[in-house]
Structures are given as structure tokens and as C-alpha cells.
């Protein structure tokens, strides 16, 4: 247990650099993309006055390592200062998104998980027959249509011809909970059709494997020999990229987000990004990279679980 | 087996797990209970921006000034229809012979919406007073207006109290830690409040369009103990903050604002107006607007008649609408549809201190008689729009509505380069034009452009850029010909004519071609101090006869506004300057045959 309890400290430690490393990055970008965050509010109507007290307000007018100082103590105490935009404090700002990305990402990766890796497990045992075949071919056309075009054929069968479901919204209201049901089933889908495909490969190779041949010979029952011995063999790429999938779950999903109006991180994100909104970029940056480097820690902690043959050195 | 064992198990905890996010959302869902519009709610599913603000002098992008136009009210506001200025919270106003006094009498008897700032939340009478402090934020860039440049070198005393201020931020690198108090002893002493019922306003010089200025957004009148007790800037994290607690006089009131979720508005139970048939205003319950970040997602929202307004967006046009700009069977007759020319114009600007264009004004000429503006608003902008052949948009007094010099001759645009001094455009480099954006509309219109030119022999390229760099472009005079347009801030030709006076040079001003002409200049200070409407009208018709003989700009095109309504919005006309007013609107479930069918 001690060797654990020091490997999660030293990967914490490690943690510092990367999250120095992003910050520091998307800082350097943001100061290279010319285009003056005041100008683009005021627009055709410089005033110079206010550009002065707007720059003040949010230390733009201070030399740029001062600047990059600053807002670097202040992120590493997760304070990313009031949005350029909206004046709010982004921390809160992420927060209040967070709830709705979570009850989008979550269930949808959790339901597509179980799907996809009992899809991948079927369609390994009867590789290259007619239900690996059907398999493949819907999750590589589910895999190559763009998200938003299966989001907005859902949208207008099941919301406009059917009406059987609110086309886009937040929860709300007694029946509220039925705005989530069109942005899950896409989410769902989509996390369904990569986990299948992986999870296929990954027991593919495994069930070449000689101790596998030995296990059948051994006439344990297909499933025994797929679900003890292969499955447990594929898991070491499936926990790694379902980590890091957590923590894309959380930082959101765009384009779902956007079509059917979910309030989640993901469109803050982007939203910040537009408007040039340094303090949002920053915060929404900076959470997705916290998300990543604390999955990848988990992911690695559960392979060495998985499997013994991975010591944490 | 202990195989299957696990199996169950795993689908158990699978299932529980899910059970139990659907409780949450469940649980989630009735927490936020969520707004039951009545039948008479106004409800709008829209794809604007975010709002930002709900401080008037704040207010510089239209989702926020669509709102805060509900909530607060000026001295004066603009006629639905006409433009033209009407009373609002001003009964009456007088203008000094001289053109600089304005002395507004105040309606009495108009309160403020109740509000826990007032003493027991109890809602006082607003007086003049509030008028004074609510336009000195207007020059305040402590309280980060962004409406300064409207008043700060016209009031008596503006510049010097912005000057003042400007200061105060240099002492204070802390600014939004001064004491309220304090910042408020310091006055522009051309805003006075004479009496409680007499507002007054003196200029430095006389400003004909002023009362069209006042009708603004910025303009409106908050209650100051509103400012005080939520605090206008840079409060702590998660504090309520005044931006974000409207406190008006207006029909309706803020009743929720979930930023990228809704704003719900309710009407005011004791506003002061009444309808032209005598009832309360507002007409409606309220207004409830849901945040639809997808256009196409909005327009479903209308079509399956839980959103009462909407534009057309570009994926549905060709479903939705005729070439001829009516709408198609299963929609004509269904909506309402209403096409309004707003103001505003497209132009392509010519850097006027540089060769080539700058120098050449035979040039310049030739190039907007190449300018096919009718196959453009066909082809490129699906036939909504007008032909602009000169700065002043239609709707506008000034505008001359049978000038047509520039209508598309290639022949003669052919002829006058050859006098410009590049027959068939041959000793012209390869010109590049500057194209702000990602959009796709605008940049089909340039690249049409670009053929047209083509045609007589002009070889264009283009460059494009986001936005706050293209602008920077054209301040660098880096940029010879650019792509720009003008949306009007106040209904008056003095909006557009500004962009040309040779005061008014970007960055600082709306002169994007740094055009300088004296004879210009001194129609336009003359139009300024003329009080006679129909001589500044004349003033306004001969300034623009310059620009259109000068040609600073390769005139484009004006943008007419698409709105389709549900059959049972009545009252609602839409408004040439882009805003919204819902105060008459009226809902008539009755109703089956649209207002404007």
C-alpha cells in the first residue's frame, strides 16, 4: 500500500510541470493572436478612456511577464479572475456549467461503456461471421457521420415529426428531464461505436494468445474462457482510454452542447474562445487539463490493478 | 457458477448506478421548477450571443440592449414605426433658441419596480435626480461605460469629469475599491437637476441630432440605490452585482436570468403607461426567452409554435422562402411575415491617404460602376437587401432615393478607368481587399466582388482575417481596400455622415478611410448647429452628394430585416434600428389569419 501511496504522490508531483506547461502555453498563444480583448467590445467605437480602465481592470496594461506572474499565482490558487465578458467570477462560472456537462457525459459514457464493451466482447467471439460484420459496419458509419448531423436527423424526426421529445433545452419542469433524453442517446452513441471497435481489437489480439488456446483445450465454456481470461487481458488499453474519456465527459462536448442548447462547459469554452475572453479561456483550459492529468493517474493506478505485470516504479 | 455470479453483479451495479443519476436529474429537474409561461407570455427561442449586461451603460451588443430595453426606460424613445423621438419618462421637453439647453419636465408619478435597495423594498417616485446620476455613469469610465463618446465632447463639463476620472484610474491601479460615495461628489455640470421635475442639459455646442442620442440605451434610467447597494464593478466573486439587478422603471421586470439557459421577464405590475385604447402596458404576462444556440435548433422551436418570433436561418431559407422574399406553401399563410429595410450599409472602403485609390479619384469611380450590386444581393445574399448607391441608408432624411450615378455600367466604368490611367487595368498590381471574419455571407459577397472587378480588367485578391485584426489593418494603413458595414446607433444621416468627417479618424472614430474633405467637413458642422429640420435635411442631401461624387467607398448594399411572427402576435412591427420593444405586442389566441400575412 506504501508503494502506492508514494507512486500517487510522485505522479502529484509530476502533475505541477504539466499543468505548468499548459498554462504557460495557452498564455504565450493568447498574447500571440494579436487582437486587443477591449477593442473587439467596443469595436468601431474606440474610446480610449475606457479601453485605459478596462486594461487596468484586468492588469492588461502591465508588461507581459508581470502579467504572466500574476495570473500565474492567482491559477495556482484556481483563481482565474472575472470573464472580460460576462464580469462574472469564471470559477463559479465552471462550476454552475459542470452539473449540466456531468449529467450529459457521465450516464452517456457509463451506458455506452457497458454497451460497447458487451458489442466488442460479441463481435470478437464471432469475428469475421455475420454479427461481427453488422457490428463493424454500424459502428464505422456511426464513427465516421459528424455528431451534430445524427444530433439534427434526431432532432427533426423525434422532435419535430414525432413530437416525441423536447428537440433542445436544459432540464426543466416536471417533464424536464426529457430535454436529456435526444443529447444522451447522441452522446451515448457515439462513445458506444469507438468503445465496440476497441474493445473488439484489443480481444482479437488477446484470443491468439497461446494460454487462451490452452484454456479451450482445457474445455472451459466460450464465455469463461472470453470474460475471465481474454477480457481481463484486453482491459489495460480499455481502462487507459476510458480514464482519459472521464475527463473529456467533463470538459464537455461542444457540439452536442451547441445543437441542442446544453448549457455545459464545453460551450463556455468556446464562447471564451470567441469573444477573447483571457480569463474563461484560462479557466476552461486549465479544468480540462486538471480532469486529464487526474484521469491518466487513475487510469494508470487501475492498469497496475488490472494487471500485476505493470509496477508502479 | 461464480462466472455468472460476477456477470449479474456487474450488470446490477450497471444498473444501479444509472437508477441513481436518474434520480438526481429527477431530483435536479424539480429543484429548478422551472418557468410555466401563461398563455400570454411572449416566448422567444433565440440564437443571439449571451447577455452580458444588464447595466445600461454597459449596453453595446444587441441581446443585452433587447433586454435591458425592456426593463429601463430614458427621458425619450423612438416612434416603432417612424423613428421618430417621443416622450417616454420626459412629459415635455424645450430646446433653447440657441440650440444647446435642453430642459426636459419629468412625468410624475412613475415609480421604480419594488426592490430590496429601497428602504423596506418599498419603491420611491424617480426624479430628476436619478436622471443626473444615471447619465454621469454614462462618461464614467469607472463604471465602464461604453457609451462615453456620445456625450463626453458634447456636454458642458463631460470631457473635463472624464479627464478627472481618467485621472483617478491612473492614482488608483485598484479602481473598483473606491469608496461609492466618494465617486459620486464629482459632477459634469451640464447634467443639472433643476428641480425634481426639471431635468436640464447643456451642450458646448449645438447638436441637432441630440434627442435621438438620449433615445439610446445607454440613456436609461436606473435607480441609484440599485448601484449602491449591489455595486456596479469589480465586487467580489459571487456577490449580486448591480449589472445583474436591473432596477428600472420599464414595463417589465427581470424575474431570472440563467446565463445560456433563459431570461424570464414579467410585466410590471405599476407601470405608468397605458395602451392607445386606454388599457395597461403591458399587454402580455411577460416574456420568457430560452437560449437556442443553434439557429436551425430556433427555428424548429418556431415551427412547432413554442416560439412566437424568429428570423430565417440559412439552412432552412430555401425550405422556407421564395427568390421573390414571400414564404412557400406549407409556410405562406401559416406565419406572418414581415421584411423591413434596416439601417445600415455594406461598403468596401478605399484607404483615402494612399495610392491607388486614395489618389485617384477617377479610379475609384470606375470601380463602383463595376459594381453589379443587383446580381450580388441575388446571388450572394439570396435576394434580401437594396442596392446602396450612396453612405445614407433608405429611411433615413438625407437619403435621395433617385440617386443612381453608380448603377452598374461596365462599359462606363471601363471608360473612366482608361481616364483613371489604367486602360483595361493594366499598370494596376494585383490589389488585395480585406475581408473581416469566418462567415460565410461575407465572404461570397467579396468574392463576387472580385469577379466584377475582374470583368473590367482589376485584379483583386483577398485577405481575410477575424475581426479585431482586420480593424487593425485598416488603423495601420496596411490595408487599401477593406470590407466594412455601419449599423446605426441613433436614427439620424448624422450617424452615418460622421463616418467620413475628418475629426472622427479610426481608431478613435467611425472614419475608417480617413476621407478629409473641408467642403464635407463644413456642410456637416453646418448641418449640426441647423435647427430648421428641412434645411439640415438639405445639409445632410448635399454632404452626401460629396461622398457619392468622391467616392471614398465602393457603395454596396443596405440590409432589410426578415421576421416571421405566429398568427397570433399582433402589434409588433419590426423596427428599422434592430430593437425590440414588447410593451404593445399583444397575444390573440383568437387570431388564426396573420397580421402581415
Request: hydrophobic content about 45%.
Amino acid at each position: 500500500m506504501s508503494g502506492y501511496l508514494s507512486y500517487i504522490v510522485r505522479r502529484l508531483a509530476l502533475t505541477i510541470p504539466i499543468l505548468w506547461g499548459v498554462f504557460t502555453v495557452t498564455f504565450i498563444l493568447f498574447f500571440i493572436v494579436p487582437g486587443d480583448p477591449a477593442r473587439l467590445l467596443m469595436g468601431q467605437h474606440r474610446d480610449a478612456a475606457m479601453e485605459a480602465a478596462m486594461a487596468r481592470q484586468w492588469g492588461l496594461d502591465q508588461p507581459k511577464p508581470v502579467q504572466y506572474s500574476r495570473f500565474l499565482r492567482k491559477v495556482a490558487l484556481l483563481d482565474f479572475g472575472q470573464s472580460f465578458t460576462t464580469k462574472r467570477d469564471v470559477r463559479v462560472s465552471i462550476l454552475q456549467r459542470l452539473p449540466a456537462t456531468a449529467l450529459l457525459g457521465i450516464p452517456a459514457l457509463t451506458l455506452g461503456a457497458f454497451l460497447g464493451i458487451g458489442a466488442g466482447l460479441w463481435s470478437a467471439m464471432r469475428a469475421n461471421r455475420a454479427v461481427d460484420n453488422s457490428i463493424r459496419f454500424v459502428t464505422f458509419a456511426l464513427v465516421s457521420i459528424p455528431f451534430f448531423l445524427l444530433a439534427i436527423f434526431l432532432q427533426w424526426v423525434l422532435g419535430q415529426k414525432l413530437q416525441l421529445l423536447p428537440i433542445a433545452g436544459y432540464i426543466n419542469g416536471p417533464w424536464g428531464w426529457l430535454h436529456l433524453c435526444l443529447p444522451m442517446f447522441v452522446l451515448t452513441l457515439g462513445n458506444f461505436a469507438w468503445l465496440t471497435r476497441l474493445t473488439r481489437t484489443a480481444i482479437l489480439e488477446v484470443l491468439t494468445q497461446d494460454y487462451i488456446r490452452t484454456a479451450k483445450a482445457k474445455g472451459l465454456p466460450e464465455l469463461v474462457v472470453v470474460v475471465r481470461h481474454a477480457l481481463r487481458n484486453a482491459m489495460v488499453p480499455l481502462v487507459t482510454n476510458l480514464s482519459v474519456a472521464v475527463a473529456g465527459s467533463l470538459s464537455g462536448a461542444f457540439f452536442v452542447e451547441a445543437v441542442f442548447g446544453w448549457p455545459g462547459v464545453g460551450l463556455l469554452a468556446v464562447d471564451a474562445i470567441n469573444n477573447r475572453d483571457f480569463p474563461t479561456i484560462m479557466g476552461t483550459v486549465m479544468f480540462g487539463a486538471i480532469l486529464f492529468v487526474l484521469a491518466d493517474l487513475v487510469g494508470d493506478l487501475l492498469t497496475a490493478y488490472v494487471d500485476p505485470r505493470v509496477t508502479l516504479k | 457458477m461464480r462466472l455468472y455470479a460476477g456477470v449479474v453483479r456487474f450488470f446490477a451495479v450497471v444498473v444501479l448506478i444509472h437508477v441513481a443519476m436518474l434520480l438526481v436529474v429527477g431530483a435536479l429537474a424539480r429543484a429548478s421548477r422551472g418557468y410555466q409561461a401563461t398563455p400570454n407570455t411572449l416566448r422567444l427561442a433565440t440564437s443571439a450571443v449571451q447577455v452580458r449586461s444588464l447595466d445600461p451603460a454597459q449596453m453595446s451588443d444587441s441581446a443585452s440592449t433587447s433586454i435591458c430595453d425592456q426593463i429601463y426606460e430614458g427621458l425619450v424613445s423612438y416612434d416603432q414605426t417612424t423613428m421618430e423621438v417621443v416622450p417616454s419618462l420626459a412629459e415635455s421637453w424645450d430646446v433653447s433658441p440657441d440650440g444647446t439647453v435642453y430642459t426636459f419636465r419629468l412625468r410624475s408619478g412613475v415609480r421604480f419596480i419594488d426592490d430590496p435597495c429601497f428602504p423596506d423594498g418599498k419603491a420611491r417616485e424617480f426624479t430628476a435626480e436619478d436622471v443626473r446620476y444615471s447619465f454621469t455613469r454614462v462618461c464614467d469610465p469607472i463604471a465602464m461605460s461604453l457609451g462615453s463618446w456620445l456625450v463626453e465632447e458634447r456636454v458642458e463639463g463631460a470631457a473635463e469629469y472624464v479627464e478627472r476620472r481618467q485621472q483617478l484610474l491612473e492614482e488608483h491601479p485598484d479602481f473598483w475599491k473606491l469608496d461609492t460615495a466618494d465617486l459620486e461628489s464629482d459632477r459634469v455640470p451640464g447634467f443639472e437637476a433643476v428641480d425634481d421635475r426639471t431635468f436640464r442639459i447643456r451642450l458646448v455646442e449645438p447638436f441637432a441630432p441630440f434627442l435621438k442620442v438620449l433615445a439610446m440605451a445607454y440613456f436609461r434610467v436606473a435607480a441609484p440605490e440599485a448601484i449602491r447597494a449591489y455595486g456596479a464593478i469589480g465586487n467580489p466573486p459571487g456577490s449580486d452585482t448591480f449589472f445583474r439587478h436591473p432596477v428600472g422603471t420599464g414595463p417589465f421586470m427581470l424575474a431570472r436570468w440563467e446565463p445560456d439557459v433563459e431570461i424570464v421577464l414579467v410585466g410590471n405590475p405599476g407601470y405608468w403607461e397605458r395602451g392607445a385604447d386606454g388599457q395597461p402596458l403591458p399587454h402580455i404576462d411577460g416574456v420568457h426567452m430560452v437560449s437556442r444556440r443553434d439557429p436551425h435548433t430556433a427555428f424548429m422551436e418556431f415551427e412547432g409554435g413554442r416560439s412566437d418570433l424568429t428570423g430565417v436561418p440559412d439552412q432552412d431559407w430555401d425550405r422556407v422562402m421564395n427568390p421573390d422574399k414571400t414564404l412557400k406553401p406549407p409556410f405562406a399563410g401559416r406565419y406572418g411575415l414581415q421584411t423591413t429595410p434596416r439601417l445600415q450599409v455594406s461598403y468596401h472602403g478605399f484607404d483615402m491617404q494612399n495610392p491607388p485609390f486614395g489618389t485617384n479619384k477617377k479610379l475609384r469611380q470606375a470601380l463602383n460602376l463595376a459594381v453589379d450590386r443587383d446580381t450580388i444581393i441575388r446571388e450572394v445574399f439570396r435576394g434580401v437587401g437594396r442596392p446602396a448607391f450612396g453612405p445614407i441608408p433608405p429611411g433615413l432624411a438625407g437619403h435621395d432615393p433617385d440617386e443612381r450615378r453608380w448603377e452598374y455600367d461596365p462599359e462606363r466604368a471601363k471608360e473612366l478607368l482608361a481616364e483613371a490611367g489604367y486602360p483595361n487595368g493594366e499598370g494596376l498590381d494585383e490589389q488585395v481587399m480585406y475581408v473581416s471574419g469566418t462567415g460565410e455571407v461575407p465572404d461570397r459577397e467579396a468574392v463576387a466582388l472580385m469577379d466584377q472587378m475582374a470583368k473590367i480588367g482589376v485584379r483583386i485578391r483577398l485577405k481575410m482575417q477575424p475581426w479585431p485584426l482586420h480593424l487593425e489593418s485598416i488603423d495601420r494603413h496596411e490595408a487599401r481596400l477593406f470590407t466594412l458595414g455601419w449599423i446605426a446607433d441613433y436614427p439620424d444621416a448624422e450617424n452615418f455622415l460622421a463616418l467620413f468627417h475628418s475629426r472622427n479618424f479610426s481608431p478613435d472614430g467611425p472614419n475608417s478611410t480617413f476621407y478629409a474633405n473641408p467642403e464635407f467637413d463644413a456642410l456637416y458642422d453646418r448641418a449640426m448647429v441647423e435647427l430648421d429640420t428641412a434645411k439640415r435635411e438639405d445639409l445632410y442631401r448635399q454632404a452626401a452628394a460629396v461622398i457619392i461624387d468622391d467616392c471614398p467607398w465602393l457603395f454596396t448594399t443596405n440590409s432589410e430585416t426578415i421576421q416571421l411572427d405566429q398568427p397570433w402576435i399582433e402589434d409588433f412591427p419590426v423596427n428599422p434600428l434592430g430593437l425590440f420593444f414588447y410593451k404593445n405586442l399583444r397575444i390573440n389566441r383568437d387570431r388564426t389569419v396573420p397580421e402581415h400575412p
